[in-house]
């Protein structure tokens, strides 16, 4: 297995980094998968005579999981490089899909939490972290471009991973109608569904195994000048451990930015379907069909995933800062808007809560180039991931939030806009603190900084331009190039 092994993966001269966003979506299209849980959901409490919240706990338990393992097991990320922890979270998540299925197979409920939800929210946290700094060193002229490619590939996998399973089905169990929202899918159908995918998704992860490769020492991009990047206000050349990280005002901050964005941002994706009916109804009958709901709720899914692209590219020019102003400031404006207006057009409604959720993605896509300009590339996966906690906390705050404030208002199905007010105010709060906690973002104190020499990040393998023993002065055009140690 020495092919896993980080300088096995040393880029030859001539290699192009356009493969490498490629390879990391062959990673983030197949753990986005984890967004499309709701297409088998009546189908496994039908098959296990269990209630939708013993069933979501499925879910509950792999988004955990995702935060927690990419926290622990960044630093070994970091360490191994993006190859060997790449072919770790296929094999995860791969062997989550198989235990799962087995737990169905025998309707043992406790294996699916310990398959798709332990083993498989585990490869979902190392899978969603692995690639990040590699494209981060790649791509160090344009670090929101790189990671918004690949972060896309999460948002966009259950808009591949729906209609897949819905067709896998209907070839598993004939008497499934996948056009018939009544139809209910059998629990053998689910079973060789999660087979399927769980070979299918370790092959195409395999894909990205294979062609990853991280770059060699003292490459840069033709042309890069390292000074005009490090010129940019809130953009350092030190760098950081993950152990010091956590201990900065820095890393909290935008941890709860992160909560802040997240939280707000789920709140409308977790209540898309019943929201926009509750919102258009009259006498107690909503003038939105379920179909129509249905497509709604793609759409989300569409602009979710274009906003990690669109957002965190813009972020290469304006500054990662004033993106996140534009997110949490912008996303005040909108939930107001909501809260007033929503009520008063479909088409009102349907556009604000799109730009909402593209904020949503674009939040997620923009944090790792934030995290970079902040504390350097030394342990920037490893930093990411300790971050992406607050997304776990997000993921139970968010529906939290609003299911409390439903359910004091009245029973699902006959509430109105008016009742959805008090918890979209409440979201207004929620992004109030995150646009203060962006505020206050200040570069990191020198205190903090990994020393330049005698076994600091240069010599561990980080890329420091311009400082350090690994960084002696040269002349002509490979003066202008940092010295890229991996």
């Given amino acids: 297995?020495?092919?896993?092994?980080?300088?096995?993966?040393?880029?030859?001269?001539?290699?192009?980094?356009?493969?490498?966003?490629?390879?990391?979506?062959?990673?983030?299209?197949?753990?986005?998968?984890?967004?499309?849980?709701?297409?088998?959901?009546?189908?496994?409490?039908?098959?296990?005579?269990?209630?939708?919240?013993?069933?979501?706990?499925?879910?509950?338990?792999?988004?955990?999981?995702?935060?927690?393992?990419?926290?622990?097991?960044?630093?070994?990320?970091?360490r191994v490089g993006p190859r060997r922890a790449m072919?770790?979270?296929?094999?995860?998540?791969?062997?989550?899909?198989?235990?799962?299925?087995?737990?169905?197979?025998?309707?043992?409920?406790?294996?699916?939490?310990?398959?798709?939800?332990?083993?498989?929210?585990?490869?979902?946290?190392?899978?969603?972290?692995?690639?990040?700094?590699?494209?981060?060193?790649?791509?160090?002229?344009?670090?929101?471009?790189?990671?918004?490619?690949?972060?896309?590939?999460?948002?966009?996998?259950?808009?591949?991973?729906?209609?897949?399973?819905?067709?896998?089905?209907?070839?598993?169990?004939?008497?499934?109608?996948?056009?018939?929202?009544?139809?209910?899918?059998?629990?053998?159908?689910?079973?060789?569904?999660?087979?399927?995918?769980?070979?299918?998704?370790?092959?195409?992860?395999?894909?990205?195994?294979?062609?990853?490769?991280?770059?060699?020492?003292g490459w840069a991009p033709a042309g890069f000048d390292p000074s005009a990047v490090a010129a940019r206000p809130m953009v350092s050349t030190a760098h950081v451990s993950a152990a010091s990280a956590i201990r900065t005002p820095q890393f909290w901050l935008l941890w709860t930015v992160l909560f802040c964005n997240v939280t707000a941002g789920i709140g409308i994706l977790e209540q898309a379907a019943p929201m926009i009916q509750d919102f258009f109804r009259q006498g107690g009958t909503s003038t939105v069909a379920a179909a129509t709901a249905a497509g709604f709720v793609a759409l989300l899914s569409l602009f979710n995933m274009l906003g990690r692209f669109v957002w965190s590219s813009t972020s290469d020019v304006i500054g990662r800062k004033p993106t996140y102003v534009m997110y949490l400031g912008g996303g005040m404006v909108l939930y107001l808007?909501?809260?007033?207006?929503?009520?008063?057009?479909?088409?009102?409604?349907?556009?604000?809560?799109?730009?909402?959720?593209?904020?949503?993605?674009?939040?997620?896509?923009?944090?790792?180039?934030?995290?970079?300009?902040?504390?350097?590339?030394?342990?920037?996966?490893?930093?990411?991931?300790?971050?992406l906690t607050a997304w776990s906390a997000a993921g139970i705050a968010g529906p939290l939030i609003i299911n409390g404030f439903l359910d004091a208002r009245g029973t699902p199905g006959e509430l109105v806009a008016a009742d959805y007010r008090p918890a979209l105010l409440t979201m207004v709060g929620v992004l109030a603190v995150g646009f203060v906690a962006n505020a206050l973002v200040r570069p990191v104190a020198s205190r903090f900084h990994e020393p330049v020499d005698d076994g600091g990040p240069v010599a561990a393998g980080a890329t420091s331009p311009g400082v350090g023993p690994a960084a002696e002065p040269r002349t002509g055009p490979a003066a202008e190039q940092p010295a890229t140690k991996e």
């Fill in 87 to 217: 072919f770790t979270a296929a094999c995860f998540w791969g062997a989550g899909f198989l235990v799962g299925a087995l737990g169905i197979a025998t309707r043992q409920l406790w294996l699916v939490y310990l398959g798709y939800g332990l083993i498989g929210g585990i490869g979902l946290g190392i899978g969603y972290i692995s690639p990040v700094s590699t494209l981060i060193k790649w791509f160090p002229d344009r670090p929101g471009l790189a990671t918004g490619m690949a972060i896309m590939g999460f948002g966009g996998g259950a808009m591949v991973a729906s209609p897949l399973s819905r067709q896998l089905m209907s070839l598993y169990d004939p008497a499934y109608d996948p056009a018939d929202t009544a139809s209910v899918a059998s629990g053998g159908a689910v079973a060789s569904l999660f087979v399927t995918l769980g070979i299918a998704y370790f092959a195409v992860m395999m894909l990205g195994v294979f062609t990853v490769k991280v770059p060699a020492p």
């Fill in 337 to 387: 808007l909501l809260t007033v207006a929503g009520h008063t057009s479909t088409a009102v409604f349907v556009l604000v809560a799109v730009v909402i959720l593209s904020f949503y993605g674009g939040g997620f896509a923009t944090v790792p180039a934030y995290l970079r300009d902040l504390f350097g590339t030394y342990q920037v996966g490893a930093i990411h991931g300790r971050l």
């Fill in 1 to 78: 297995m020495s092919f896993l092994d980080r300088e096995h993966t040393v880029a030859p001269p001539g290699f192009s980094r356009w493969l490498i966003p490629p390879a990391a979506l062959a990673i983030h299209l197949c753990i986005g998968q984890v967004y499309a849980t709701s297409v088998y959901k009546n189908a496994l409490v039908a098959h296990f005579g269990s209630s939708l919240t013993a069933v979501g706990v499925i879910f509950s338990v792999a988004i955990v999981m995702l935060g927690l393992s990419a926290a622990v097991m960044g630093t070994w990320v970091e």
